[in-house]
């Protein structure tokens, strides 16, 4: 059983954020607040809001770097720059909006450090009844797509929960500028032979639209694009690099 000194100051967090002054301050408390966390990496996807004066308040923590972007480029840019940046063992993407909860830090990565998993998804859809029908539904419809394609089994492939290895994640050559890349992920981890993806179950509490929600139905109708340009139309060269030191 893994000791919780052994999950001490071993995590890389990378937080996009896009015009979340209502919650980067209460969900950036939450990430420190766990021991799990070496280093939060906040990439600021040039937000008109507060956000940035918000963080303000947590530049004197070490582990805090803020990477403002140039301009509006979206998630995708946002977590390549991210990952680019992380320098722990282990790399899990958090939202800003609180929709997740670093609590389950310690669930994910369990597996990751007693050599069990290469990657871990954290799944809403394993016993958690969060998610709205709407949503849940068009989730389920679009992982079933996603594993026909590409030979996974996973029950929640647009989980912001990704958790993996810092050389895994560092092997995946990643386009996707926007929203793109929750398919890209876990299309290219399945070109990687062999891989131990596993997921456990997550809580989470969604918010509504008028709460700041940004996803909506366009984004479902583009992953199925997705799905279908990374798992059958991009080879598996130009999917992974050789190392990812």
């Known amino acids: 059983m893994t000791s919780p000194e052994t999950l001490l100051h071993c995590l890389s967090v990378v937080m996009p954020v896009f015009n979340e002054e209502k919650s980067v ?16 990496l906040v990439i600021d996807d040039a937000s008109t809001d507060a ?3 918000c963080l303000d308040a947590f530049r004197s923590d070490p582990r805090v770097k803020v990477f403002p972007q140039p301009c509006n480029r979206g998630k995708g840019a946002a977590l390549i720059r991210g990952f680019g940046e992380a320098s722990m063992p282990f790399v899990i ?7 997740y909860d670093p609590g389950d830090y310690p669930e994910l990565l369990t597996a990751l450090v007693e050599g069990e998993a290469d990657a871990v998804y954290g799944s809403r859809l394993l016993g958690n009844p969060g998610l709205r029908f709407p949503n849940r ?8 797509v996603f594993n026909l394609f590409s030979g996974l089994r996973v029950s929640d492939m647009e989980s912001c929960y990704k958790m993996f290895r810092r050389n895994v994640i560092r092997r995946l050559i990643l386009t996707s500028n926007r929203f793109g890349i929750e398919v890209e992920i876990g299309a290219k981890l399945a070109k990687m032979k062999p891989l131990r993806l596993l997921e456990v179950p997550i809580s989470y509490h969604p918010r509504r639209r008028d709460e ?15 799905i279908v340009h990374f798992t059958l139309l991009t080879s598996r060269r130009k999917s992974l690099r050789e190392s990812g030191d």
Not at 25 to 32: A, F, Q, R, S
Not at 93 to 99: F, N, P, R, T
């Open 25 to 40: 301050g209460t969900i950036v408390e939450k990430v420190l607040a766990r021991p799990e966390v070496g280093e939060l």
């Open 51 to 53: 956000t940035l004066r």
């Open 93 to 99: 993407v958090q939202d800003a909006d609180l929709e």
């Open 137 to 144: 539904f068009a989730n389920v419809v679009l992982t079933k």
């Open 212 to 226: 700041g929600k940004k996803i909506s139905w366009r984004d479902g109708v583009a992953a199925l694009w997705h």
